[in-house]
T-cell receptor
Framework: EDQVTQSPEALRLQEGESSSLNCSYT??????LFWYRQDPGKGPEFLFT???AGEEKEKERLKATLTKKESFLHITAPKPEDSATYLC?????????????FGQGTILTVHP | NAGVTQTPKFRVLKTGQSMTLLCAQD?????MYWYRQDPGMGLRLIHY???????AKGEVPDGYNVSRLKKQNFLLGLESAAPSQTSVYFC???????????FGEGSWLTVV
C-alpha cells in the first residue's frame, strides 16, 4: 500500500528563517511526487512535480528535491505570505487513472 | 481562467436528505476526481472518471454516487446524507493519468 508521511505537522518560522519540510514515501514504482500549497478555505494549488531521484525544481523561495525515499521542500528566507499548508502526494506506477496518495500536510506559519 | 469550478460552496443538510455537488472544468481534461478532506485524514479519493460516460470507485466510495454525462461535468451525489459525510469535498481534473491534477476551490458540507 502506498504511504506518504509528512513532517513536521506544523512549523513556525520567523520571516527570513530558512527551513525544510519533509515528505517520506513508500510506493510501488513512483510515477511522480507532487507538492501542493493549500491556503485556508481554498483548494490545493499545484507547485511542483518530481519524477526521479536527484531531480530538483525551484519556484521563487521554494525548492523541491527528491531522493528514493523522501522529498524535501526547502523554503529560503520565507515571508508571511508563504504561510499555508503544504501537501505532498505520490502517484504510483500501475494505476490506470492517475490516483494521488496524499500526506496529511505541514502547516507552515511565517511570523513577520 | 475558470479551471475547475464547484457548486455549491457551502451546504447544510439534515440526516437522510439527498444532494448533488456539481463540478465543471473548462480545460478539456479527460480525467476527473472527487476527493474528501478531513482533519487528520488527508485527501482521500471517493470516485473518479477516466472519460465521458465512465465512473469508478476510489478509496472511500460508500454512500456516494457519481455521474459523468458530459466531458466537462462530474457530479457527486449523496442519496441519504449521514453525519459522517460532513467534510470538505474537492473536485479535480487532469489531462490524462500522467499529468498534473488540478483542484477546485472546495465544497463545505455539514450534515446535522
Amino acid at each position: 500500500e502506498d504511504q506518504v508521511t509528512q513532517s513536521p505537522e506544523a512549523l513556525r518560522l520567523q520571516e527570513g528563517e530558512s527551513s525544510s519540510l519533509n515528505c517520506s514515501y513508500t510506493v510501488s514504482g513512483l510515477r511522480g511526487l507532487f507538492w501542493y500549497r493549500q491556503d485556508p478555505g481554498k483548494g490545493p494549488e499545484f507547485l511542483f512535480t518530481l519524477y526521479s531521484a536527484g531531480e530538483e525544481k525551484e519556484k521563487e523561495r521554494l525548492k523541491a528535491t527528491l531522493t528514493k525515499k523522501e522529498s524535501f521542500l526547502h523554503i529560503t528566507a520565507p515571508k508571511p505570505e508563504d504561510s499555508a499548508t503544504y501537501l505532498c502526494a505520490v502517484r504510483a506506477g500501475g494505476t490506470s487513472y492517475g490516483k494521488l496518495t496524499f500526506g496529511q500536510g505541514t502547516i507552515l506559519t511565517v511570523h513577520p | 481562467n475558470a479551471g475547475v469550478t464547484q457548486t455549491p460552496k457551502f451546504r447544510v443538510l439534515k440526516t437522510g436528505q439527498s444532494m448533488t455537488l456539481l463540478c465543471a472544468q473548462d480545460m478539456n481534461h479527460e480525467y476527473m476526481y472527487w476527493y474528501r478532506q478531513d482533519p487528520g485524514m488527508g485527501l482521500r479519493l471517493i470516485h473518479y472518471s477516466v472519460g465521458e460516460g465512465t465512473t469508478a470507485k476510489g478509496e472511500v466510495p460508500d454512500g456516494y454516487n457519481v455521474s459523468r454525462l458530459k466531458k466537462q461535468n462530474f457530479l457527486l451525489g449523496l442519496e441519504s446524507a449521514a453525519p459522517s459525510q460532513t467534510s470538505v469535498y474537492f473536485c479535480a481534473s487532469s489531462l490524462d493519468a500522467g499529468n498534473t491534477i488540478y483542484f477546485g476551490e472546495g465544497s463545505w458540507l455539514t450534515v446535522v
